[in-house]
């Protein structure tokens, strides 16, 4: 069993900056890539950031030039660099890797979730 353990959230100001962390954990062959997910009250959780397990990295759009996604792939953790947060970054914010384990390659697991919220 794998278990993604996220922590880093909080209630920031708008400019302010957060790092999320999140620890994968278990009987673990290799773990691919690695990302960031959230979703906002009323809305399709989206994609924020991913990163391979050659540290290609991708991102939204949106969070381009303020999010910096990071791995140390020897602790099996990805981390999320958020500056220059705005109230519109509010959001549950979601890791996912996918893992090769002894019994299965390639499947999906997710955190729990961590809230991030930005005043104005």
């Known amino acids: 069993q794998v278990q993604l353990v996220e922590s880093g959230g909080g209630l920031v100001q708008a400019g302010d900056s957060l790092r999320l962390s999140c620890a994968a954990s278990g009987i673990i062959f290799r773990v691919n890539a690695m990302g960031w997910y959230r979703q906002a009250p009323g809305k399709q959780r989206e994609l924020v950031a991913t990163i391979t397990s050659g540290s290609s990295t991708n991102y939204v759009d949106s969070v381009k030039g303020r999010f910096t996604i990071s791995r140390d792939s020897a602790k099996n953790t990805v981390y999320l660099q958020m500056n220059s947060l705005k109230p519109e970054d509010t959001a549950v914010y979601y890791c996912?890797?996918?893992?090769?384990?002894?019994?299965?390659?390639?499947?999906?697991?997710w955190g729990q979730g961590t809230q991030v919220t930005v005043s104005s």
């Open positions: 996912n890797a996918n893992v090769d384990t002894i019994g299965a390659r390639g499947r999906d697991y």
